[in-house]
């Protein structure tokens, strides 16, 4: 009998302790699989905050020791991985509490990813294309508890990294099995203090996920549920904490999102993410902010293919006037967060937008956009985020 569904591989994520006060688990989870010398990987931001003592202290009353590293960029690089391994090696850890926003998130993976690998091989030998991921071997992979700090990325439910080529400024997403942790702690407090602006930025990136995840062609009606509700999460509770940012229920709600958000992603990203990734690599702007800046200029790109999904959407989210009603939403959050209005506010340049537009073609995430991208069409899309 013919039909037309088609093979697919899905996988969900970990184990998840959601909750307020969650963060006092740390040692006993830790333990749980295995650790008895952890080394916590934070970006250079929080390494003084109050909420990294704090982790390190639970840890220490434990006699898991306080071992820290937080050289760590805002877009990460193998150099920033290079130093964050001589410090694993020479403290002779056993695995690593990736503890922060994206950045020190997906940098922690990293180092227990390349750890103890054989030394010819390459981080880079590692990219998400086809089952490269084969070359590493699985059993040196250390394991890794993931603490989010931020509300965004969703790095702490997924099993990649993004790592920034220092020498080519290109992001390439870094994928193995085994980089999904083995527990996440999603404790809302911890993302009270982020500064207004990363409450934004990361805020737009969990809605960056859902709208690609929903808009993506691909079949996956697990994920198309999940990114629904995550926008909608996202449209009540972004305004929420940005107003008030000791709102613990609004942050719990967002922090849901953002692993909701990068759970739908399995059905696929798009042009919002293939723009954003090169500008970030070459401009150093952060991620979600990047995303929030051409999100609309995609939704007009890709309408012919999805503004019945949009009409739908919209519906389900209590926003009238269908596609456009839509999109005067996200124009309205926009506003409310001090988003950027373009690229140029960003500080992009019309004269780097053939390389940019090379480097958005490479990207995997344009493979999962609605429309197919070409040369013209995003040299064009570009010029329009301009």
Not at 61 to 76: C, I, Q, T, W
Not at 268 to 286: D, E, F, K, Q
Not at 353 to 380: F, H, K, V, Y
Request: charged share 20%.
């Amino acid at each position: 009998m013919a039909h037309s569904v088609p093979n697919r591989n899905w996988s969900y994520p970990t184990a998840i302790k959601f909750g307020v006060g969650r963060i006092s688990e740390l040692a006993d989870h830790a333990r749980s699989i295995g650790l008895k010398r952890p080394l916590l990987v934070t970006d250079k931001a929080l390494a003084g905050l109050p909420i990294t003592a704090e982790a390190l202290d639970i840890l220490d009353k434990a006699g898991l020791g306080r071992a820290l590293f937080s050289e760590v960029d805002a877009n990460p690089t193998e150099e920033n991985m290079k130093a964050g391994i001589a410090v694993y090696k020479a403290g002779k850890h056993d695995g690593v509490i990736c503890f922060g926003g994206g950045s020190a998130l997906d940098l922690g993976k990293m180092i227990a990813l390349m750890a103890d690998q054989r030394p010819d091989l390459s981080v880079w030998d590692l990219e998400d294309v086809d089952d490269w991921y084969t070359r590493a071997d699985a059993s040196k992979i250390a394991p890794i508890i993931a603490v989010p700090t931020t509300a965004g990325t969703g790095s702490e439910v997924g099993r990649a990294g993004v790592l920034t080529n220092s020498a080519t400024h290109k992001k390439k997403i870094i994928f193995h099995p085994k980089l999904m942790p083995a527990v996440t702690i999603c404790d809302p407090a911890l993302t009270v203090g982020m500064p207004k602006f990363i409450t934004a930025g990361t805020g737009m990136d969990a809605l960056a996920h859902c709208l690609e995840a929903y808009s993506s062609p691909f079949y996956h009606p697990m994920s198309q549920g999940i990114a629904l509700e995550g926008m909608r999460l996202v449209f009540e509770n972004l305004p929420k904490v940005y107003a008030n940012p000791n709102d613990l229920d609004a942050r719990a709600h967002m922090m849901s999102a953002a692993a909701m958000g990068a759970v739908a992603f399995q059905k696929g990203l798009g042009a919002i993410h293939s723009l954003s990734h090169p500008v970030g690599a070459n401009y150093n702007t952060h991620h979600g902010t990047t995303n929030a800046v051409v999100m609309p200029m995609v939704l007009d790109f890709n309408r012919p293919g999805i503004e019945d999904r949009i009409n739908a959407a919209a519906a389900y989210l209590g926003i009238e006037g269908g596609f456009d009603g839509f999109r005067e939403q996200i124009m309205r959050l926009r506003r409310m967060l001090d988003i950027p209005e373009n690229l140029s506010a960003m500080g992009v340049k019309r004269a780097d937008l053939d390389m940019l537009t090379e480097m958005a073609l490479e990207d995997p995430s344009c493979g999962g956009n609605p429309i197919p991208m070409t040369r013209e069409n995003t040299r064009a899309l570009f010029e329009a985020a301009l």
